[in-house]
């Protein structure tokens, strides 16, 4: 009898993906989970408004300026390791704003949840790109980016009727959902590799390409406009319309709705059509979505006009995270976890450029966030990107 016959025979690996795509949901929902409730939080914590609405702030800062370096430190500490405490001090943070009992200590709970989601959404972008075939990671991005947009979509139909009830009840939830990840982490690297971190070790240096640069770009420019048009139709639906707060409220939603209806299907469009084609499509859709908004004369229109541009948004996630993440296989969290950051850079930047523009020319300033998908197109049909994509899977 061969040794081949007689060797033990060791089971399969267990590959546990579904906690990456519970984990797309918990980031954006626990960012803007604040926004429905400020009134409550602010009558909870006696204090004002303003104050508490600076939670989103507080969150987003944090959030996105350790994202610049929060990838490749995961890459060199061991994604699972990483993930796992992270997961823990988010259900800690969680748990502090909850119990908060000034408004200083809620804020520092709040940027200590976007602190620790900092060092998650990278690694899980990274973990899909190792873990799916080339052949079907845009539909795999697409799931991502469509439980993100799920996130945004419900963060207001949870925090909301919770705040009706006592507003520290709306934590229980997001600290739930990542006391369940913790508990079940996600696979974090492809089995057969039998490693947690890729050699060499993973340097910032290493992200000095092309193709992360297109993605940082790109991803800057799509958050510039998409956060233009969630602060601008808001106040267009007030002014114009007349709409109450949670008529607004389901005006909102329409995006991440949108979003989450169309994901799968833009996922496959990236896979069959390659990256620079489906992101002019769907800066063209962007802009396409901003111009109905902002011009479109009845509120069925400007409804339309956010669904488009949550349908674009969706897909243009899905296209930057698959760029980003294969543009540096020796680092892919550092590359996808940079390339992040300059999407909430471009978020925060929005409100400060638009809602001036929007106070100074009316509908002629909200027209103007297509400029940003344009400027896009242009960087698309000059740097091509998805070279780094296709040589970095040939090379896995």
Not at 72 to 99: C, D, K, N, P, Y
Not at 157 to 179: I, Y
Not at 273 to 297: D, E, K, Q, S
Request: with cysteine; hydrophobic share 55%.
């Amino acid at each position: 009898m061969s040794d081949a016959a007689t060797a033990p025979v060791r089971p399969r690996p267990v590959v546990r993906a579904w906690p990456l795509y519970v984990g797309g949901f918990l980031g954006p929902y626990a960012s803007t989970m604040v926004t429905p409730m400020v009134h409550e939080v602010a009558h909870g914590l006696d204090s004002t408004p303003e104050l508490a609405a600076g939670a989103v702030t507080a969150y987003m800062l944090p959030f996105a300026a350790l994202m610049l370096i929060s990838g490749t430190l995961s890459e060199r500490w061991g994604r699972a390791r990483t993930m796992q405490i992270s997961l823990l001090l988010f259900v800690v943070a969680s748990a502090a704003a909850a119990l908060a009992p000034t408004m200083g200590a809620f804020l520092a709970a709040r940027a200590a949840q976007g602190a620790t989601n900092a060092f998650t959404t990278p690694l899980l972008v990274a973990a899909i790109t190792d873990l799916v075939p080339r052949a079907r990671l845009g539909r795999a991005l697409g799931l991502f980016a469509g439980m993100q947009a799920a996130g945004q979509a419900s963060s207001p139909l949870v925090s909301g009727p919770a705040a009706a009830v006592d507003w520290r009840l709306a934590f229980v939830f997001p600290a739930g959902v990542g006391l369940v990840l913790a508990l079940f982490p996600p696979t974090m690297t492809a089995p057969t590799t039998g490693r947690d971190r890729p050699s060499p070790r993973p340097s910032l240096r290493d992200l000095a390409n092309r193709d992360l640069a297109t993605a940082c770009v790109l991803s800057l420019l799509c958050y510039l406009a998409a956060v233009g048009l969630t602060v601008l139709a808001i106040l267009r639906a007030e002014e114009e319309f007349g709409l109450g707060p949670w008529q607004r409220g389901l005006l909102a939603a329409v995006f991440g709705i949108a979003g989450l209806l169309a994901a799968s299907l833009l996922g496959r469009r990236l896979d069959a059509l390659g990256p620079r084609h489906t992101g002019i499509t769907m800066n063209m859709l962007l802009a396409v979505g901003l111009l109905l908004a902002a011009l479109g004369p009845s509120l069925a229109l400007l409804a339309t006009g956010i669904a488009a541009v949550g349908v674009a948004v969706t897909g243009l996630r899905t296209t930057i995270n698959a760029v980003a993440a294969t543009s540096t296989p020796t680092n892919r969290a550092g590359a996808a976890s940079l390339a992040l950051s300059f999407q909430f850079f471009g978020g925060a930047l929005a409100p400060l450029l638009w809602v001036p523009l929007h106070g100074a020319h009316g509908a002629a300033g909200f027209a103007a966030t297509a400029i940003a998908p344009a400027v896009a197109i242009a960087v698309l049909a000059v740097a091509r990107p998805g070279r780094s994509a296709r040589s970095g899977h040939r090379a896995r």
